[in-house]
């Protein structure tokens, strides 16, 4: 097809070109004749480049040829042509062949790249480094990072949504920061001549015509001729051309950016294609717009592109915003036109660009108009914004917002708009205007709102963007040169002649005044006194004019309040109401006009312009107002001081002429603030409307802070103190207000200026109350927003700051006056005992907490930035513990940037190390709880209540009676706030509240709380300290003012309460009879209760008076007579003791300690008798036998006491109980054979081969004994239902019988054991029989054993399967085809084993039969249940009634559950042996090996069992059916073991459930032997016994001794068993012992053969346990494990053999020998250890070596990965052992325990404070490994490693079983290994130190299944592949569930790579864990929200390992706490 196409086009081609006249032989050649062509004829280009290029009519030829076709096959053949177009015009350009051209030119710039400019898709990594980038929206790709230096950055790691890599850009990134191959633009070398030479002119050609293509469509597109066949060939012919055209750009310019630049200059220089290639986005397709963009971002790489495309762009820039109002969606942006959203950032972050614009372009003039017509579109009809509106469009608005931030953030552009363009300013002022007062409430009387606003949290959005702005502008106004500061009064050079009247009249009253006579300050005086004076005030010209602005603006919209004009008419015109109302309707329709947009003005004019526009809003339209308020203000200013306090002026510390005069800006603009009076504003919060959106005010706040601290921050003020310290300071300090705030007076800016932040704390309080609950989540959500941790810095603390200017300006009681009745408390004062509402309390406590707060707070008003940092910091810590990033995250925006930050962080708090799954924490230093500061602003209820409970827990004292409040530095200007804590109104409130506090009647609700009363004494006590520091002082009363009448307050009687015959009280008198009050309540209660406390402090207050005032002091000696006599007597005695019943208070608390005590004793004896119930200190080692016997008897006889059902709970119930177990499959042994996977290698592809240590059957056929006949076809064995005998004392008898029966066995092999032993000790040779039996007679004695079996299982089908014999007999016999997998060649096909677990409570099997029924019928009726989201009652799981941890089984006690588990009855005549730890046996000295008796034993056990008197006296025992009891877990188990025909099974009298239990047991041990091997905080391997035995008895002992005593019960219940387990005792015995897997064929008898013929066919014969566990027992001894063999044996052995110790080690010596020789192996044929090293007197190696010479066999069968090449053979060797020696130790423990109740707690596990092995080098590794092994070699008396190598019964045995595996492994296929390996823990894929080397690795990586880039990857850390958590039905195979059931047998553990965390898979059930990877601080970052550096936190990570090694995963609480089924948690 492609070879058609290509002649098609050149054919097509040929033609066009041969019109132009290009002669044939030219064209025969194509691209070189064509180059050839024009090289000789240039003027011809243009012509050719267009008849190269397909014309309209050939894109609609085209497409009408292809209308048949499907639009795939149209689209691509349309570019099939379009890029052939693009082939020809490449040659044209490099005069030849295109790719050798730019392959030479990218070798002649290599070292000069200049930019990277990589464009980033969504999702992709990128990193910022905030020491090198230029701003924080600057970052660079990942090679770059890894190409640069940024060692000890600041870096972090984030996922793009696009952009490209600034490395090379100067304006972006510093060059210091560049990588290796980019150095900067500069760099870029410009185009070679001969190259600029040909590709100039064809580009130029290309791109006239894809200009006139694209402006053709676009013509098209505006007059929507979309439906026309002409206007869809247009756009389809420019959509085509353009794909072809930036595809061939960037082919070609990845080569060089030298042909970039080149290019990005062809660009701009032909006139209107880049305006057309920045508006193509509305013509184009999405791909198309995709591939343009990209290019566009690599060209802006070029500077002058990018200057000349940023003025293009911000042309196109409104047409967008006013496309999405015209839409009123903010889709349009993403959808159609995301160029603004793409390129916005590469332009407005340059500073350079970005001030350019704003200068010539008007950039911010322009954005501030799109934020204009945004605004104008959401408003409502009276102006404010509309919420649904809002919504809309909120993305638009904060698209606009972001720029206007982005240019903003320059320096030079701020300061651009506060200096230079001041328009941009006013406009500015003008849009918050607009948005002052915007989605005002009013809070329902009615009916419950139902509909809550959605959108209400976008205002608060919309005033954070604001804040930012707002910060930005601020500082840039105050970024001026400090020569500026000496022109501190420029506006009064401004005056201009028609002023001077009125500032005349200003000053004339103002002398005339005692309001400003105290400081007696004029203007003259100001001038007279120079500049020096005031030269420290180096505020800004330009700060000075943005106040000003502010403060008009602020009027304006002030004057249409609904209370402010009220009383401006009161004050304007008070006996003319209508012409009040006319005026004040003419001034909301002023503002309405504004908001509308009428009087905006113009954007983009000059400053006269607009100040002429805005003349007209401000001054001409209110002219008439502004002419009857100054009237009258001058026809009462002569009244004004007979209103006000005479000192009204004096006392505040300022000049009110000064702020009157001192702007040039007259009292004409600005009129509410210039009023002298204290006007009468009446509001009523809870009836009339009310925002918490007034940008304006907190603008105005951020300008005084920022100006306070410039005049009197730290580096300018000495350290003062004291309350009074300005009348020490220069008068200028106070002038302060008058020189910022000129034209305003005190009163009148306090007045106005206060109102709307007090009506916003007014409304919090009242929905804290609960007044706005009909609100609904509209009032809650705008209080909390409001109060949150982000908003307070943009909110309520600048909000609190201008409460406090306004407090140290205004007249205190009206000051006062005006927050009490904003309050709604003026009842309050009136001393009525009767409560006015229920809301009260509340808001008389928020009212007290916010004029403590004006008093206290010192943020912006005193602190210094790291003494407000170190507060913040306090405040969050006395809340509660908390990371850094909490910490950070909390603190306010400009101290979490403080470059102090973790020094004074490290010196305030405590930090933590991580710890397990705890984070790295701070907690607060003991010694900073005492700067606790309780009237933060912060404070909520909730949290102030956990602060101070936790202070109690800390400091032993209550915080509310310590933390007294103390005044502290606080800048000159605002000294006046002291006077708020002083005024009368104040102490009025305090005094009502001590007034309810001691007459309120006790049965009735008082009106003043002990929170209320707190807060009040606290107040009181503030004002006491007040007082004490302004009295250290000279001339404080002159300062303050009010200081004598506060002292004459407190003695002043009450006249309001003469009604309520409470006598005469004052203030004083209230004080003592509520500390009397206290003290009596408190000798009445044995408990020191919250309110006793009171009366100390009051004391102290008392006293404090006497020691101020003498008139206190003789009022005090008539009322409280022993409080102030010793201060009479003796003035210095006043430090003594605060409190005059000291003694009483330390009496009552030492009585009320005394009863606590008493009760925690009593409580702790309960404790202890309820534990003793159900737990026991026997140690059996520790004990005797006697002790141990007659201690059995106790806790056999304790446990059936204690013991009682879970779910029934009844203790006098005598049926049997069940402990709940849980069955589990498990690849832990697999895992620990491979070793962990690493995160930099891939894993193998093949993860379903053959795993370790398995075994593949065959045609049901072992892989080893193959040849002993056991798995033949012949052998046809039929399973049958078995009769379970109803004559109970029949059943008793059989066990007794077959008990002793063994007993006698047992004793006889002991017999003929020794004799032998003593007939034999001579023939050390002789070690493969030892009976003397000759070798037919024991394959006849085997065979009478099997027949006998044969004949059992026929005995039982011919009675139980009568129904189903023909059925039965018509089965064809056939071959299986499956291969199933067993490990170590007998367990479950699909695992390694099964692990046992418990949590160690009890049932009855009925009561959990009924509840299961129940759980299962809600189940199916899809009810809820407990476990709902957790357990699969399908799967028979269920929770634990009590610990609610998983089970899905059950094991029934049997009797003597709490006896040893491995003493039996053993009879008389036998003698035993001491007990290993005993004296005597350490005293003995270990003289040999034990081989040989131990391989008598196991012959003669073989002997034995298949004598003629035991075989009679067993083929008479009845065979018993499995017990009821032990169905649920036969049921399980048999499911687990052989899948989908475990149904079969049941019911087969061939299933022997001994066999699984035990095979069950010993992988449990196993599995916990390995668990002990891994420490539970550390990485490092824990060797030592110790941990080995807590590991045992932490989590299994218990339930492994009942799992043993239930299989030794079972085994004696059955002969059919009991033949099974001899048989396979002959089997060993025949593989062990002589060498041979026994043939049984080839000695069958005639009647066997009689005998199998009869049986019924089976064709899945190998699956059955017996023939499995028969076959395992004659593979060789060297192919298996030698602890599972050591297990089998003991399981094959007659039953007291158990309890034999003697028997038992040496049965540990024999596979302690075959563990030798299998590390013999390994050492010498896989590692290369040189026999002529090791010497000839290791016998035993040499044997080795030599007879690995002439086999293969063994080099591939043994594998080891762990084996030490500098480490001594013979320690090699007794390293590999050590695994079998750990778990016979632990298979010892099991034997000799005897607990005495379950454990019940899982958990305990992870607090177990056993030894474990710190992190060490692997020399101290190995010391400690070799020490572990010596104590076990101690233990099982096992010689040294020379004896044992040296033993000639060693060498004969090893060369034995060598030949047998030898022998079997030539005649079998080998397709499994052994693993052979030292004691190395299981781990956990190993993972980098650093989380992006992973991050980078597996981000991108695709699905193996759909070649997609996966979503969320996550890297299975069992074998490191990368699989998928979502549900994607391509996905499945690659799914976590499905992975997990195949990788890990139902357990997956996952790493997240986007998250960061782990998941846990186990099967359906899945939950998150924390993260393994910490940042320096200890922290997790989910999703890299904060992007820092993760490190590998091994603690965390071996905790986890530990958990999946020890099965915790469905044992652990915190767990099955998150576990749910499916994905849910991933939401």
């Keep these: 097809m492609t070879s058609i196409n290509e002649k098609k086009f050149c054919w097509f081609y040929n033609q066009k070109l041969a019109a132009l006249g290009i002669p044939v032989e030219y064209l025969d050649r194509r691209y070189e004749g064509l180059v050839d062509f024009v090289i000789g004829n240039g003027l011809l280009l243009p012509d050719i480049v267009s008849s190269i290029l397909p014309t309209d009519e050939e894109v609609a030829e085209s497409m009408e040829d292809a209308r048949s076709r499907s639009n795939k096959w149209k689209s691509l053949t349309m570019k099939n042509r379009f890029r052939e177009s693009m082939v020809w015009l490449r040659w044209l350009m490099f005069q030849g062949e295109p790719i050798n051209a730019l392959k030479n030119l990218a070798k002649s710039s290599i070292g000069q790249r200049g930019v990277c400019g990589a464009v980033w898709r969504s999702g992709d990594i990128a990193y910022r480094c905030r020491t090198c980038e230029r701003d924080q929206t600057c970052a660079i790709c990942v090679p770059c990072f890894q190409n640069g230096n940024h060692r000890d950055h600041d870096y972090s790691i984030y996922y793009t949504g696009g952009g490209c890599c600034d490395c090379g850009d100067e304006t972006a990134w510093k060059p210091e920061g560049f990588c290796l191959k980019h150095k900067g633009s500069e760099q870029i070398q410009p185009l070679p001549e001969k190259f600029a030479n040909f590709v100039g002119p064809v580009l130029d050609a290309l791109f006239i015509c894809w200009k006139s293509k694209l402006f053709l469509a676009e013509g098209i597109f505006q007059e929507n001729m979309r439906a026309s066949d002409c206007g869809a060939e247009q756009r389809k012919a420019a959509n085509e051309l353009t794909y072809a055209v930036v595809e061939m750009l960037l082919e070609i310019c990845k080569y060089s950016e030298s042909l970039l630049c080149f290019v990005s200059r062809r660009v701009i220089s032909l006139d209107g294609l880049l305006d057309i290639l920045v508006r193509a986005e509305r013509l184009l397709g999405d791909a198309v717009v995709k591939k343009l963009h990209e290019l566009l971002l690599k060209l802006l790489a070029e500077p002058i592109f990018k200057n000349e495309f940023s003025k293009v762009f911000i042309g196109y820039y409104p047409i967008v915003i006013n496309e999405a109002i015209k839409e009123g969606s903010d889709g349009i942006l993403s959808d159609k036109y995301p160029l603004i959203s793409t390129f916005s950032v590469q332009i407005f972050t340059v500073p350079t660009l970005a001030l350019c614009l704003v200068k010539e372009m008007n950039l911010l003039g322009m954005l501030l108009k799109c934020l204009r017509d945004i605004f104008l579109f959401c408003a409502r009809e009276d102006g404010f914004l509309k919420a649904a509106k809002s919504g809309g469009l909120y993305d638009s608005t904060n698209r606009v917002f972001g720029d206007i931030r982005f240019v903003m953030s320059h320096d030079v552009v701020s300061k651009c708009a506060t200096h230079e363009q001041q328009d941009i300013s006013r406009t500015w002022l ?363 810095e943009q909110g309520l603390e600048l909000d609190l ?533 000759s070798p037919e007679s024991s394959r006849d004695a085997e065979s009478d054993i099997f027949r006998k079996y044969i004949a059992a299982l026929s005995s039982e089908t011919s009675v139980n399967s009568l129904g189903t014999e023909n059925t039965d007999c018509d089965r064809e016999p056939t071959e299986s085809t499956s291969q199933p997998f067993v490990y170590d060649g007998f367990g479950p096909i699909d695992c390694d084993g099964i692990y046992l677990s418990s949590c160690g409570h009890a049932v009855h099997q009925h009561c959990l039969d009924r509840y299961l029924s129940s759980l299962k019928e809600r189940y199916v009726r899809r009810g809820f249940f407990e476990g709902a989201r957790i357990v699969d009652p399908d799967q028979g799981e269920f929770l634990c009634p009590v610990c609610r941890r998983l089970a899905n089984s059950i094991l029934p006690a049997v009797d003597g559950t709490f006896q040893k588990a491995g003493r039996l009855p053993v009879t008389s005549t036998v003698d035993q042996v001491p007990a290993l730890g005993s004296p005597s046996a350490q005293n003995e000295e270990i003289c040999s090996l034990r081989l040989q008796q131990g391989l008598s034993l196991i012959q003669t056990a073989a002997q034995v069992v298949a004598r003629l008197d035991f075989f009679e006296a067993l083929s008479l025992q009845r065979k018993e059916r499995t017990s009821r009891n032990l169905e649920p877990i036969s049921r399980v188990l048999s499911k687990m073991y052989f899948s989908e025909k475990q149904d079969r099974f049941l019911g087969s009298p061939r299933l022997s459930h001994p066999i699984i239990l035990w095979d069950t047991l010993k992988y449990s041990l196993v599995s916990t032997e390995i668990a002990a091997r891994s420490g539970k905080t550390s990485m490092a391997p824990d060797y030592t016994l110790t941990s080995l035995y807590m590991e045992f008895k932490s989590s299994t002992e218990f339930i492994f001794s009942l799992l043993l005593r239930s299989v030794q019960k079972l085994s004696s219940t059955n002969s059919l068993h009991s033949l099974q387990r001899f048989r396979g005792l002959q089997l060993f015995a025949e593989s062990i012992c002589s060498g041979v897997s026994f043939n049984y064929y080839n000695t069958r008898h005639e009647q066997e053969d009689n005998l199998l013929c009869s049986l019924k066919h089976d064709d899945k014969e190998a699956l059955y346990p017996d023939i499995q566990f028969w076959n395992r027992a004659s593979d060789p001894v060297l192919a298996r494990d030698p602890f599972s063999s050591l297990m089998w044996v003991i399981f094959c052995l007659p039953r007291p053999f158990i309890s034999c110790e003697e028997s038992l080690l040496s049965l540990v010596h024999i596979f302690y020998v075959v563990s030798v020789v299998q590390a013999l192996i390994i050492c010498c044929r896989r590692h290369g250890y040189s026999i002529n090293e090791l010497g000839s007197h290791h016998c035993l190696i040499t044997d080795i070596c030599g007879i690995l010479g002439g086999s293969d066999c063994a080099r591939w069968y043994f594998v080891s990965n762990y084996v030490d090449h500098s480490c001594d053979i013979k320690d090699m060797i007794r390293r590999l052992s050590f695994p079998y020696l750990r778990r016979c130790a632990l298979l010892w423990k099991l034997l000799k325990s005897s607990v005495s109740a379950p454990f019940c707690d899982r958990d305990n596990v992870w607090k177990s404070s056993h030894v474990t092995t710190d992190m060490m080098d692997t020399t101290e590794s190995t010391l400690v490994e070799l020490n572990e092994i010596q104590e076990l070699e101690k233990m099982f008396k096992i010689p040294t490693i020379d004896v044992v190598l040296e033993d000639e019964i060693s060498r004969s045995f090893a060369l034995k079983s060598f030949h047998h595996f030898h022998k079997i492994y030539e005649a079998c296929s080998f397709q499994n290994v052994l693993y052979c390996k030292p004691a190395v823990p299981f781990k956990l894929m190993s993972l980098p130190h650093v989380y992006q080397e992973l991050l980078q690795r597996y981000i991108k990586q695709c699905c193996p299944d759909c070649k997609t880039v996966l979503v969320q990857p996550a890297l299975c850390l069992l074998c490191g592949r990368l699989c998928s958590p979502s549900w994607k039905p391509c996905c499945r195979e690659s799914g976590c569930i499905a992975h997990a059931m195949t990788c890990g047998a139902g357990i997956g553990v996952f790493l997240l790579i986007r998250r960061t965390t782990i998941l846990l898979q186990r099967c359906a059930r899945q939950a998150p864990w924390p993260s393994p990877y910490l940042d320096a601080f200890g922290e997790e970052d989910i999703e890299m929200r904060r992007g820092k550096p993760l490190y590998l936190n091994e603690e965390r990570y071996a905790a986890l390992t530990y958990m999946v090694a020890s099965y915790g995963l469905d044992q652990n609480s915190k767990v099955l706490g998150q576990t749910t089924v499916g994905t849910f948690f991933m939401d």
């Design 430 to 792: 003008k849009l918050l205007a607009f948005v002052q007062g915007m989605n005002p409430i009013k809070r329902e009387t009615g009916l419950h709102i139902e509909e809550e606003n959605e959108s209400m949290q976008l205002f608060f959005l919309l005033g954070c963007s604001i804040a930012i702005i707002h910060s930005l502008l601020v500082d840039g106004a105050f970024s001026v040169a400090t020569s500026e500061g000496a022109n501190i009064l420029s506006y009064l050079q401004d005056v201009d002649d028609g002023d001077s009247m009125r500032h005349a009249k200003v000053g004339r009253l103002s002398q005339e005044s005692a309001v400003c006579s105290v400081t007696g300050r004029t203007v003259s005086k100001v001038t007279e006194a120079g500049f020096d004076s005031v030269s420290h005030l180096f505020i800004p010209s330009s700060v000075i004019w943005l106040i000003q602005e502010c403060l008009r603006t602020m009027e304006t919209w002030l004057e249409v309040d609904e209370g402010i004009s009220a009383a401006l008419q009161s004050i304007s015109s008070p006996n003319s109401s209508g012409t009040s109302d006319s005026n004040s309707l003419a001034i909301k329709k002023t503002l309405y006009k504004i908001r509308k947009g009428k009087y905006f003005g113009k954007l983009t004019g000059s400053t006269e312009n607009d100040s002429s526009e805005s003349s007209s809003v401000y001054s001409g339209h209110l002219e008439s107002r502004d002419t009857e308020i100054s009237k009258n203000i001058d026809s009462d200013s002569k009244s004004c001081s007979a209103e006000i306090d005479p000192v009204a002026c004096g006392y505040m510390g300022l000049d009110a002429s000064a702020m009157e005069t001192d702007s040039g800006i007259g009292l004409a603009t600005v009129r509410l603030m210039s009023l002298c009076q204290w006007p009468d504003i009446s509001y009523d919060v809870s009836l009339q409307e009310i925002s918490v959106h007034i940008p304006l005010h907190r603008l105005l706040s951020l300008l005084l802070l920022k100006a306070l601290r410039m005049c009197h921050g730290e580096s300018v003020m000495p350290n003062v103190t004291n309350a009074c310290s300005a009348s020490s300071l220069s008068a200028t300090y106070a002038d302060f207000f008058g020189h910022v705030l000129g034209g305003c007076h005190p009163f009148g800016f306090s007045a106005f200026v206060m109102e709307h932040p007090l009506r916003i704390r007014v409304f919090c309080a009242q929905v804290i109350a609960g007044m706005w609950w009909k609100n609904g989540d509209v009032a809650l959500v705008s209080c909390e927003w409001y109060r949150s941790v982000r908003w307070p």
């Design 801 to 1333: 700051f201008l409460l406090q200017c306004c407090a140290a300006l205004a007249p205190p009681d009206f000051y006062v006056k005006r927050i009490v009745e904003r309050f709604g408390l003026l009842d309050y004062l009136s001393l009525s005992l009767e409560r006015s509402n229920e809301y009260e309390a509340v808001l008389v406590q928020e009212m007290l907490t916010l004029i403590m707060q004006i008093l206290k707070e010192r943020r912006f008003s005193g602190c210094s930035i790291a003494d407000s940092l170190k507060r913040e910091l306090i405040y969050n810590l006395a809340i509660g513990d908390a990371t850094h990033s909490q910490l950070v995250k909390s603190l306010p925006r400009d101290l979490s940037k403080f470059d102090q930050l973790q020094e004074i962080l490290d010196r305030v708090a405590v930090y933590s190390n991580p710890s397990g799954f705890n984070q790295g924490m701070y907690s607060l230093h003991g010694a900073y709880w005492k700067e606790l500061d309780l009237y933060h602003p912060h404070w909520n209820s909730r949290d102030l209540q956990v602060a101070e409970e936790r202070y109690l827990r800390f400091c032993g004292v209550a915080a509310m009676t310590t933390q007294l409040p103390r005044w502290t530095k606080i800048y000159p200007p605002l000294e006046g706030v002291a006077r708020i804590a002083t005024c009368r109104v104040t102490l009025q409130i305090i005094r009502a509240v001590l007034f309810y506090s001691v007459f309120s009647d006790k049965f009735t609700e008082s009106r003043a709380p002990d929170g209320i009363l707190t807060t009040a004494l606290h107040l009181l006590s503030l004002a006491l300290d007040i007082y004490l520091q302004q009295n250290g002082a000279s001339g404080v009363e002159r300062c303050i003012g009010d200081s004598d009448s506060m002292l004459a307050f407190v003695g002043e009687e009450i006249t309001e309460s003469l009604n309520y015959a409470t006598g005469k009280q004052s203030l004083l008198s209230l004080l003592v009879a509520l500390m009397r009050m206290r003290q009596q309540e408190n000798e009445n209660s044995y408990l020191e209760s919250s309110n006793c406390s009171f009366s100390p402090l009051i004391e102290s207050l008392l006293k404090k008076f006497a020691e101020v005032d003498s008139d206190c002091m003789t009022k005090l000696q008539q009322l409280a007579p022993e409080v102030v006599n010793h201060i009479s007597n003796s003035t210095h005695n006043t430090d003594r003791s605060t409190s005059g019943s000291a003694p009483d208070t330390e009496m009552r608390k030492a009585k009320a300690r005394e009863r606590q005590a008493a009760i925690l004793a009593k409580m702790k004896a309960e404790q202890s008798k309820f534990f003793s119930s159900i737990t026991s200190t026997a140690d059996d080692d520790s004990k005797s036998e006697a002790e141990m016997s007659n201690s059995d008897t106790e806790h056999e006889a304790e446990g059936a006491v204690q013991q009682s059902c879970s779910l029934c709970h009844d203790p006098t119930s005598k049926n049997p109980l069940c402990f709940l177990i849980l069955l589990q499959k498990s690849r832990l042994l697999s895992f620990v054979d491979k070793g962990p996977s690493s995160w930099d290698r891939w894993p193998d592809k093949e993860q379903s081969s053959i795993p370790a240590n398995r075994v593949i059957y065959r045609s049901g056929a072992n892989a080893f004994s193959s040849s002993s006949g056991l798995a033949s076809q012949s052998m046809q064995l039929t399973e049958g239902p078995v009769v379970e005998s109803t004559n109970s004392d029949m059943r008793h008898s059989t066990v007794c019988n077959l008990e002793t029966l063994e007993e006698d066995m047992y004793i006889c092999i002991r017999r003929e054991m020794c004799d032998t032993l003593l007939s034999s000790s001579l023939k050390k040779d002789e070690v493969s029989s030892t009976s003397g039996s």
